[in-house]
């Protein structure tokens, strides 16, 4: 059993940056995938970034490609997504989640392959 607890999420006006931290109030996600997921109003859920559970390789979004860094603090159970050169399309709540196995994720980009989800961190950006 996982629980995550997303947090820093905000208002930020475009071109600004943002870190999101995600940790877990239950359980330990040091040898689990963690992937980051957004979702705007009156859209599907959208890949932002995710890490594999040593943390040696990490993936991006096409939409974030390049504004984006996940990365993990395995010693305080913590994953975390920076963005920066925020844009309005940016705004969203933001989602960590964590697959129900840990170890190797095939699937990292793929939602359904996760089973544990955060509550969720509103990401607001402003013209």
């Known amino acids: 059993q996982v629980q995550l607890v997303e947090s820093g999420g905000g208002l930020v006006q475009a071109g600004g940056s943002l870190r999101l931290s995600c940790v877990a109030s239950v359980g330990t996600i040091s040898t689990y995938a963690m992937g980051w997921f957004r979702q705007a109003s009156g859209k599907e859920r959208e890949f932002v970034a995710a890490?594999?559970?040593?943390?040696?390789?990490?993936f991006s979004g096409d939409s974030v490609s390049g504004r984006v860094t996940v990365s993990r603090d395995n010693a305080k159970n913590t994953v975390y997504l920076t963005m920066n050169s925020l844009k309005p399309q940016d705004t969203a709540v933001y989602y960590c989640?964590?697959?129900?196995?840990?170890?190797?994720?095939?699937?990292?980009?793929?939602?359904?392959?996760?089973?544990?989800w955060g509550q969720g961190t509103q990401v607001t950006v402003s013209s």
């Open positions: 890490i594999t559970w040593s943390g040696g390789r990490t």
């Open positions: 989640a964590a697959p129900r196995a840990p170890g190797y994720l095939s699937l990292i980009r793929d939602s359904d392959s996760y089973g544990y």
